[in-house]
């Protein structure tokens, strides 16, 4: 196992009118912030150590759980609205007046509300792993097994594995990499989404399902920022095609996808995804 120095940054703790947000901040500060924004079911110590190293390399880096999740206290959300409204809350409470966001699963789409909800608030947007608010036409839908392991509160690690990374021996010992990384920070014993935050996320995203499409239009429409969509071409969770649809509706998007990887390609292909993170943010 790695040692890491995203592993040996402090949580931090920052007054909020909802909640009392808890977040851990690392590399160089000055310039405008990274923001992370969370998958469904994930608290801030389920981010890749080594994926944050590369990131804070020359960022500021920002991880935090939204209300209700994992450290932070608070009702928990039920709506992609409540979870953009508890971000704003987070950065504005942090005294930001501007942030990049980089979504991942869930977070893609809360960082993408947050960019049409505040504008002012956000420079540049990175969706990961992620799609737009809503159900996309010719969407392949959720599988049986994708659904069962979702519902699950105890999911093991080859649940994970299966939603993560795609079935090849190369993918997945790189799945089993990230979860020997993240190893560190789960074995202090943080806590866990609780059951009350994972139903509310699930019903956030039974309620985007039933989106009309023209809605999800309008609000890829109203994304003004620069996006970078990216992708692993076997996302089991959230398919490529979803990020291939929202780019056409976005003034200024770059599409990656990563050949080989799923919904965690950014820890399959971290140093390569964290190079086209930060020459987008430069650019």
Known sequence: MGTYL??????????GPSARFTYRRMGPQGGVPLVLLNRFRG????????????LAADHDVIVFDNVGVGYTD?????SIEGFAQGAIEFIDALGLSQADLLGWSLGGIVAQRVAVRRPELVRKVVVAGSGPAGWVPDAPPFSEKVLGIMAKPDADLEDMLYLFYPETETARASGREHFDHVATRLAAGGPAVSEAAAQGMLTAAATLLAAPFDEVVAELEAIKQPVLYANGLYDVMIPAHNSYVAVQHLDNATLVLYAGAGHAFLFQYAKAFTRQVADFLAA
């Open 74 to 78: 608070g009702e928990p959300r039920d």
């Open 6 to 15: 995203a592993d040996k940054a402090e949580d931090l703790i920052v007054e």
């Open 43 to 54: 608290t801030i110590d389920w981010w890749d150590p080594e994926f944050l190293d590369y």
